[in-house]
């Protein structure tokens, strides 16, 4: 028991001899005034970067404007030319934007009464309006 003794007294002397601080850290207040200014003024810019953004945002938003509709999927002869491995840009420039996506291993672009279906990006199938 007494020889354990000599082993701790010897043990807490070396852990209070490590510095609480990493070398080469300032912790004096005019170091850590020092670091808060610089948070502020980061943070000043911050806020006035994002406010620029939003302002940008806000411009060119196209709120209250009524989105138009293609109609080009009511268009039998455009269903017509779609093809296996077309890609979504393609359908879109003939059928419009569809109403409601339904995405997953397959993706569906749903219009009133019709469909095309895409596999790995390119057509896969279709269902024309009836």
Do not use: C
């Amino acid at each position: 028991m007494t020889a354990g003794l000599p082993t701790a007294l010897l043990a807490a002397l070396v852990a209070a001899s490590i510095p609480a601080v990493a070398a080469g850290q300032d912790t004096s207040t005019a170091s850590l005034l020092r670091r808060i200014d610089l948070l502020e003024r980061a943070n000043i810019d911050l806020t006035r970067r994002v406010g620029e953004l939003e302002a940008v945002i806000k411009s060119a938003s196209s709120q209250g404007q009524p989105i138009h509709a293609s109609t080009g999927w009511q268009d039998l002869a455009n269903w017509r030319q779609l093809r296996q491995g077309m890609k979504p840009d393609q359908v879109r420039a003939l059928l419009g934007e569809p109403e409601r996506v339904d995405a997953g291993g397959v993706t569906f672009w749903h219009w009133a009464n019709a469909y095309v279906s895409f596999m790995d990006g390119k057509v896969y199938g279709w269902s024309e309006p009836r």
